[in-house]
């Protein structure tokens, strides 16, 4: 069964940096598209970012330039650089495979306030 835990999600100051991580269980990641989505109260989940087995990656407007993302094919994770922080930057972060529709993690938290 497939599984994926994000962590590294905390309270930052505008401006401030945070690393998301994803680790993956029951799948392959190296040959998987792989996605971070952010959702807020009362919202449904969006699309951030994406990286293909490829290696081509493809950034949401809002953060393009800010955010990073990476991964580690021999510890099957992925990982979300964030610099340069911004408010509207808040929310819960999800990895996700990008063909499987079932599979969400619990989500890390992003605060980004003063």
């Known amino acids: 069964q497939v599984q994926l835990v994000e962590s590294g999600g905390g309270l930052v100051q505008p401006g401030g940096s945070l690393r998301l991580s994803c680790e993956a269980s029951?799948?392959?990641?190296?040959?998987?598209?792989m996605n971070w989505y952010r959702q807020r109260p009362g919202k449904e989940r969006e699309l951030v970012v994406g990286l293909t087995s490829g290696g081509s990656a493809y950034y949401d407007d809002s953060v393009k330039g800010r955010f990073t993302i990476s991964r580690d094919n021999a510890k099957n994770m992925v990982y979300l650089q964030m610099n340069s922080l911004k408010p509207e930057d808040t929310g819960v972060y999800y990895c996700?495979?990008?063909?499987?529709?079932?599979?969400w993690g619990q989500g890390t938290q992003v605060t980004v306030s003063s």
């Open positions: 996700k495979v990008r063909r499987l529709d079932n599979y």
């Open positions: 029951g799948i392959d990641i190296k040959i998987e598209t």
